[in-house]
Protein backbone atom coordinates (compact mmCIF):
# COMPACT_ATOMS: atom_id res chain seq x y z
CA UNK A 1 0.00 0.00 0.00
CA UNK A 2 2.74 2.29 0.62
CA UNK A 3 4.75 1.53 -2.30
CA UNK A 4 1.55 2.01 -4.38
CA UNK A 5 1.08 5.38 -2.28
CA UNK A 6 4.74 6.56 -3.22
CA UNK A 7 4.37 5.79 -7.00
CA UNK A 8 1.11 7.71 -7.52
CA UNK A 9 2.73 10.73 -5.57
CA UNK A 10 5.91 9.99 -8.18
CA UNK A 11 3.82 10.52 -10.94
CA UNK A 12 2.52 13.26 -9.21
CA UNK A 13 5.81 15.19 -8.57
CA UNK A 14 7.00 14.02 -12.07
CA UNK A 15 4.24 15.89 -13.86
CA UNK A 16 4.18 18.96 -11.50
CA UNK A 17 7.80 19.19 -12.68
CA UNK A 18 7.07 18.70 -16.17
CA UNK A 19 4.75 21.64 -16.42
CA UNK A 20 7.61 24.09 -14.36
CA UNK A 21 10.32 23.28 -16.61
CA UNK A 22 8.21 23.74 -20.05
CA UNK A 23 6.67 27.15 -18.23
CA UNK A 24 10.19 28.10 -17.45
CA UNK A 25 11.73 27.10 -20.55
CA UNK A 26 8.76 29.36 -22.72
CA UNK A 27 10.04 31.97 -20.96
CA UNK A 28 14.11 31.59 -21.29
CA UNK A 29 13.42 32.42 -24.99
CA UNK A 30 11.68 35.96 -24.52
CA UNK A 31 14.19 38.93 -25.37
CA UNK A 32 13.39 42.31 -23.93
CA UNK A 33 13.83 45.69 -26.06
CA UNK A 34 10.67 47.86 -26.18
CA UNK A 35 7.79 48.68 -24.15
CA UNK A 36 5.71 45.86 -25.61
CA UNK A 37 8.08 43.25 -25.23
CA UNK A 38 8.46 44.36 -21.48
CA UNK A 39 4.71 43.68 -21.00
CA UNK A 40 4.56 40.35 -22.57
CA UNK A 41 7.71 39.53 -20.45
CA UNK A 42 5.70 40.96 -17.58
CA UNK A 43 2.76 38.67 -17.89
CA UNK A 44 4.76 35.92 -18.21
CA UNK A 45 6.50 36.99 -14.82
CA UNK A 46 2.75 37.16 -13.39
CA UNK A 47 2.28 33.52 -14.81
CA UNK A 48 6.14 32.84 -13.13
CA UNK A 49 4.64 34.05 -9.92
CA UNK A 50 1.16 32.13 -9.96
CA UNK A 51 3.02 28.78 -10.84
CA UNK A 52 5.29 29.07 -8.22
CA UNK A 53 2.49 29.32 -6.09
CA UNK A 54 0.56 26.02 -7.08
CA UNK A 55 4.52 24.17 -7.00
CA UNK A 56 4.88 25.38 -3.42
CA UNK A 57 1.15 24.49 -2.80
CA UNK A 58 1.61 21.42 -4.33
CA UNK A 59 4.72 20.39 -2.40
CA UNK A 60 4.11 22.19 1.22
CA UNK A 61 1.44 19.54 2.60
CA UNK A 62 4.44 16.76 1.90
CA UNK A 63 7.34 19.06 3.07
CA UNK A 64 5.19 20.03 6.88
CA UNK A 65 4.58 16.53 7.92
CA UNK A 66 8.27 15.47 6.81
CA UNK A 67 9.23 18.76 8.55
CA UNK A 68 6.96 17.28 11.50
CA UNK A 69 8.51 13.59 11.66
CA UNK A 70 12.12 15.12 11.59
CA UNK A 71 11.33 17.47 14.48
CA UNK A 72 10.09 14.74 16.20
CA UNK A 73 13.15 12.61 15.51
CA UNK A 74 15.56 15.57 16.08
CA UNK A 75 14.13 16.74 19.45
CA UNK A 76 13.85 13.02 20.73
CA UNK A 77 17.98 12.33 19.48
CA UNK A 78 18.85 15.47 21.31
CA UNK A 79 16.88 14.30 24.49
CA UNK A 80 19.02 11.04 24.27
CA UNK A 81 22.35 12.42 23.45
CA UNK A 82 22.29 15.38 25.54
CA UNK A 83 23.65 13.39 28.98
CA UNK A 84 25.87 12.02 26.78
CA UNK A 85 27.66 15.06 25.26
CA UNK A 86 27.07 16.75 28.89
CA UNK A 87 29.71 13.93 30.37
CA UNK A 88 32.03 14.13 27.34
CA UNK A 89 32.51 18.11 27.64
CA UNK A 90 32.95 17.85 31.42
CA UNK A 91 35.68 15.11 30.78
CA UNK A 92 37.05 16.63 27.97
CA UNK A 93 37.38 19.87 29.99
CA UNK A 94 39.24 18.09 32.75
CA UNK A 95 42.14 16.88 30.46
CA UNK A 96 42.33 20.18 28.73
CA UNK A 97 42.50 21.72 32.51
CA UNK A 98 45.22 19.20 33.73
CA UNK A 99 47.62 20.30 30.25
CA UNK A 100 47.00 23.89 30.88
CA UNK A 101 47.79 23.88 34.82
CA UNK A 102 50.96 21.32 33.19
CA UNK A 103 51.71 24.65 30.93
CA UNK A 104 51.86 27.11 33.16
CA UNK A 105 54.34 24.97 35.50
CA UNK A 106 56.64 24.12 32.38
CA UNK A 107 56.41 28.31 31.86
CA UNK A 108 57.26 29.07 35.18
CA UNK A 109 60.05 26.68 35.43
CA UNK A 110 61.61 27.57 31.93
CA UNK A 111 61.29 31.78 33.02
CA UNK A 112 63.03 30.51 36.83
CA UNK A 113 65.93 28.35 34.49
CA UNK A 114 66.01 31.17 32.02
CA UNK A 115 66.95 33.73 34.67
CA UNK A 116 69.62 31.63 35.86
CA UNK A 117 71.12 30.78 32.59
CA UNK A 118 71.07 34.87 32.44
CA UNK A 119 73.04 35.09 35.43
CA UNK A 120 75.66 32.87 34.89
CA UNK A 121 76.26 34.09 31.60
CA UNK A 122 75.94 37.92 32.66
CA UNK A 123 78.54 36.50 35.47
CA UNK A 124 80.73 34.87 32.88
CA UNK A 125 80.72 38.05 30.73
CA UNK A 126 82.28 40.34 33.71
CA UNK A 127 85.03 37.96 34.45
CA UNK A 128 85.96 37.80 30.69
CA UNK A 129 85.62 41.75 30.88
CA UNK A 130 87.63 42.05 34.28
CA UNK A 131 90.29 39.78 32.69
CA UNK A 132 90.28 41.68 29.61
CA UNK A 133 90.77 44.74 31.72
CA UNK A 134 93.47 43.39 33.60
CA UNK A 135 95.84 42.94 30.20
CA UNK A 136 94.48 46.56 28.92
CA UNK A 137 92.24 45.09 26.59
CA UNK A 138 89.26 47.81 27.55
CA UNK A 139 87.31 47.27 24.24
CA UNK A 140 87.14 43.43 24.20
CA UNK A 141 86.06 44.56 28.44
CA UNK A 142 83.20 46.71 27.34
CA UNK A 143 82.14 44.41 24.42
CA UNK A 144 81.90 41.46 27.19
CA UNK A 145 79.97 43.92 29.54
CA UNK A 146 77.55 46.04 26.77
CA UNK A 147 76.32 42.66 24.67
CA UNK A 148 72.93 41.58 25.29
CA UNK A 149 72.31 38.73 27.57
CA UNK A 150 69.04 36.96 26.00
CA UNK A 151 68.78 33.21 26.40
CA UNK A 152 65.55 32.19 25.05
CA UNK A 153 63.32 30.46 27.27
CA UNK A 154 62.84 27.42 25.32
CA UNK A 155 66.58 26.50 25.62
CA UNK A 156 66.70 25.82 28.58
CA UNK A 157 63.26 25.07 30.05
CA UNK A 158 61.66 21.69 30.55
CA UNK A 159 60.72 19.79 27.41
CA UNK A 160 56.62 19.81 26.88
CA UNK A 161 54.62 17.47 28.19
CA UNK A 162 54.23 14.17 26.04
CA UNK A 163 51.00 12.84 26.35
CA UNK A 164 48.82 9.79 24.36
CA UNK A 165 45.59 11.40 24.68
CA UNK A 166 44.34 11.98 20.97
CA UNK A 167 43.21 14.83 20.25
CA UNK A 168 44.88 17.24 22.64
CA UNK A 169 46.70 20.57 21.23
CA UNK A 170 47.54 24.13 21.11
CA UNK A 171 45.02 26.53 19.57
CA UNK A 172 46.31 29.67 18.92
CA UNK A 173 44.09 32.41 17.85
CA UNK A 174 44.70 36.42 18.12
CA UNK A 175 42.62 39.23 20.16
CA UNK A 176 42.62 42.68 18.91
CA UNK A 177 43.34 44.67 22.08
CA UNK A 178 43.58 48.39 20.68
CA UNK A 179 42.25 48.67 16.94
CA UNK A 180 43.73 52.06 16.24
CA UNK A 181 46.98 50.66 17.02
CA UNK A 182 46.23 48.01 14.54
CA UNK A 183 45.51 50.72 12.10
CA UNK A 184 48.08 52.53 12.57
CA UNK A 185 50.61 49.88 12.14
CA UNK A 186 48.85 48.68 8.89
CA UNK A 187 48.99 52.59 7.68
CA UNK A 188 53.19 51.99 8.25
CA UNK A 189 53.78 49.02 6.45
CA UNK A 190 53.79 46.91 9.85
CA UNK A 191 51.58 44.34 9.00
CA UNK A 192 49.34 43.07 5.37
CA UNK A 193 45.93 44.81 4.91
CA UNK A 194 44.47 41.00 5.40
CA UNK A 195 44.55 41.86 9.60
CA UNK A 196 42.11 44.89 8.47
CA UNK A 197 39.12 43.80 7.73
CA UNK A 198 36.15 45.95 7.13
CA UNK A 199 32.15 45.42 8.49
CA UNK A 200 30.40 44.73 4.83
CA UNK A 201 27.53 44.25 7.35
CA UNK A 202 27.62 47.57 8.72
CA UNK A 203 28.85 49.06 5.52
CA UNK A 204 25.85 48.29 3.21
CA UNK A 205 23.41 49.10 6.15
CA UNK A 206 25.10 52.72 6.16
CA UNK A 207 24.67 52.16 2.40
CA UNK A 208 21.22 51.86 2.64
CA UNK A 209 20.46 54.66 5.47
CA UNK A 210 21.95 57.29 3.72
CA UNK A 211 21.90 56.35 -0.14
CA UNK A 212 23.28 59.32 -2.66
CA UNK A 213 24.44 60.93 0.61
CA UNK A 214 26.55 57.95 2.12
CA UNK A 215 30.33 58.99 2.50
CA UNK A 216 32.78 57.36 4.20
CA UNK A 217 36.79 57.72 3.07
CA UNK A 218 38.02 54.77 1.00
CA UNK A 219 34.27 53.07 0.47
CA UNK A 220 31.56 53.80 -2.26
CA UNK A 221 27.45 53.60 -2.65
CA UNK A 222 26.24 51.23 -5.06
CA UNK A 223 23.00 51.25 -6.70
CA UNK A 224 21.80 48.08 -8.68
CA UNK A 225 18.07 47.26 -9.97
CA UNK A 226 16.44 44.35 -8.24
CA UNK A 227 12.87 42.82 -8.25
CA UNK A 228 11.29 41.75 -5.27
CA UNK A 229 9.86 37.93 -5.83
Known amino acids: MAEQEATAQDVQIKEVETTAVALASTVADIVVKDSETAAIADTYSADLRAAIKRVEGFFDPMCDAANK?????????????????????????????????????????????????????????????????????TELAEEFLSAPVNIPASSVGPPPIKTEIKGLF????????????????WLGGGVPKEAIVANESFLNKHAKDHKEQFSVPGVIAKCEKRRRG
Not at 170 to 185: K, Q, S
Request: proline share 1%.
Open 69 to 137: AHKMLTTRRGQVLAPLKTALKTNDGKIVEWARVEDEKRRVEAEKARREAEKIEADRRLELAVEAEGVGD
Open 170 to 185: DHWYAEVTDINILVRA
